[in-house]
């Protein structure tokens, strides 16, 4: 078999290379970064994700991550509080990418970095794809990985007004950082939600998702959107008093296709692997995004060593994820929903093990 070529370097790229790599494969990777970069995601490891990490032989504690067994529901200055039903971790994707690139080096993954893949084109026995710096980029099967961004000739359909996800980190004072340890928040507002957690090094990250309609009456910058998300989030006001932010302006996405599952067409190119959030993505509040990328680029690699094509590992990643997915989609309808809220916070204080429940329900199968 002609090697393949995975486009990202991501969780979902790199689990990928690595199977394939450990099986005695020749396969490329390309990433387009050259070195550690930061990227919007909610940094929420759960168990699915440890799971397929300890797999592949990367630790997340090793690597700084920081330990998370409560999950904290806020809504104005109502607070619900649970035990997570699983382990889970804090870790930032500049060091959990950078552990998982190195893991497929080792393994014997040939890695391709600082090119960025332009466009991909199908052609009469598989693929071009056309790069930056290395030329046009011939294969037999293409590992799509390229994360929330699209990619000329390999576009996902988008909806109308999809939501803005947006982050920064925070080194938070003591008091502040004490009260968050173990700990990760989802604090409710009109339009949206927020998750703060620790990440390694004690920082933490404030990830924030946004109707499109929000962001825009907010100004459509970041200043803008904070001052009014805490004008009506008063306990987030307490945790970023004092708070340094760690970047000198926040990373940002948009038109985010949540409860978006990738369906081939039947003319689809039948070596098209779509990874990741190329193939499903989950609401941010669910907090399974790493875990499906790690389970998508592992499942893809298995079918292609078995010499089956995309179709087949397509109804595979659908078995495993269409439950969660639905029902993740639920929930985050009733948590960004203004007149839902409260009915939601009400609930989760009546019965923080319905928080459990749900926390559990929205995991994906990764086996």
């Given at each position: 078999m002609r090697s393949p070529l995975i486009i990202g370097g991501g969780?979902?790229?790199?689990a990928a290379a690595a199977v394939i790599a450990a099986a005695g494969c020749e396969v490329r990777l390309i990433e387009r970064t050259s070195g550690p970069t930061d990227k919007v995601c909610g940094d929420f490891l759960s168990s699915g994700a440890l799971a397929l990490l300890e797999m592949l032989k990367v630790d997340p504690l090793v690597l700084g991550g920081a330990s998370i067994s409560v999950l904290r529901l806020v809504y104005q200055r109502h607070?619900?509080?649970?035990?997570l039903p699983f382990p889970a971790v804090g870790l930032t994707r500049r060091s959990l990418d950078e552990a998982l690139l190195h893991n497929a080096?080792?393994?014997?993954?040939?890695?391709?970095?600082?090119?960025?893949?332009?466009?991909?084109?199908?052609?009469?026995?598989g693929f071009t794809a056309q790069t930056t710096a290395l030329g046009p980029l011939p294969a037999t099967a293409v590992f799509l990985a390229t994360g929330k961004h699209d990619l000329r000739g390999a576009p996902r359909p988008h909806g109308a007004d999809e939501p803005v996800g947006l982050k920064m980190y925070y080194e938070l004072m003591p008091d502040q950082?004490?009260?968050?340890?173990?700990?990760?928040e989802l604090v409710l507002f009109p339009g949206g939600y927020a998750g703060l957690q620790l990440v390694e090094q004690g920082r933490a990250v404030l990830c924030l998702m946004v109707s499109a309609k929000r962001f825009r009456t907010a100004g459509a910058s970041w200043d803008g959107l904070l001052e009014s998300f805490l004008a009506a989030a008063p306990h987030l006001v307490a945790r970023l008093s004092g708070a340094t932010p760690c970047l000198d302006r926040p990373l940002a996405v948009a038109a985010i296709p949540y409860g978006y599952l990738h369906r081939a067409a039947p003319?689809?190119?039948?070596?098209?692997f779509r990874l990741?959030?190329?193939?499903?993505?989950?609401p941010s509040l669910a907090g399974d995004g790493v875990a499906i990328a790690l389970a998508s680029g592992t499942l893809a690699a298995r079918t292609w060593l078995q010499r089956e094509g995309a179709a087949a590992y397509d109804r595979l990643l659908q078995h495993r994820i269409r439950r969660a997915l639905r029902l993740a989609s639920l929930v985050h309808s009733g948590c960004t929903a203004p007149a839902l809220q409260p009915l939601v916070a009400a609930l989760a204080r009546a019965g923080p093990g319905l928080m459990r429940l749900v926390a559990d329900a929205t995991r994906i199968a990764t086996a």
């Open positions: 969780p979902a790229g790199t607070v619900a509080e649970t035990r080096a080792s393994r014997g993954a040939e890695l391709l970095r600082g090119c960025a893949v332009q466009r991909l084109e199908t052609t009469h026995d950082r004490a009260a968050i340890e173990d700990c990760i003319a689809a190119p039948p070596n098209l990741g959030d190329q193939a499903c993505v989950i």
